[in-house]
């Protein structure tokens, strides 16, 4: 499996982005997605996940309300929509793919078994 994450980008407090990570080499359906970023001088840390099917999705507290993440199993293409962006959601981003099961999404980095290259997002205060 290989993962290509893309949209990131320099945007205005307040200002929206999404991001996708398109995955290709195994069937996009059997595993979970998620996103987690890393900031300068921060440890990785838990974004969204959502469960193979798409039916489970799961956020961070922080993000919850601003950011939203889907899949399209057609295009094998995971996204996250942010909204109300902060300049404290500066990071790289990072998608992750989780073929422990269909059903769940694990919030650790530790139990991710894919990633993606970084895709950067910079919000200006």
């Known amino acids: 499996v290989q993962l290509q994450a893309s949209g990131g980008g320099l945007v205005q407090a307040g200002g929206s982005l999404r991001l996708s990570c398109a995955a290709s080499?195994?069937?996009?359906?059997?595993?979970?997605m998620g996103w987690f970023r890393q900031a300068p001088g921060k440890e990785r840390e838990f974004v969204a996940g959502?469960?193979?099917?798409?039916?489970?999705?799961y956020d961070a507290d922080s993000e919850k309300g601003r950011f939203t993440i889907s899949r399209d199993n057609v295009k094998n293409t995971v996204y996250l929509q942010m909204n109300s962006l902060k300049p404290e959601d500066t990071a790289v981003y990072y998608c992750?793919?989780?073929?422990?099961?269909?059903?769940?999404?694990?919030?650790?980095?530790?139990?991710?078994?894919?990633w993606g290259k970084g895709t950067q997002v910079t919000v200006s205060s």
């Open positions: 959502i469960s193979a099917s798409g039916r489970s999705t």
């Open positions: 080499g195994r069937t996009f359906t059997a595993y979970g």
């Open positions: 992750a793919a989780y073929f422990g099961s269909t059903a769940v999404f694990p919030r650790s980095v530790s139990s991710m078994d894919l």
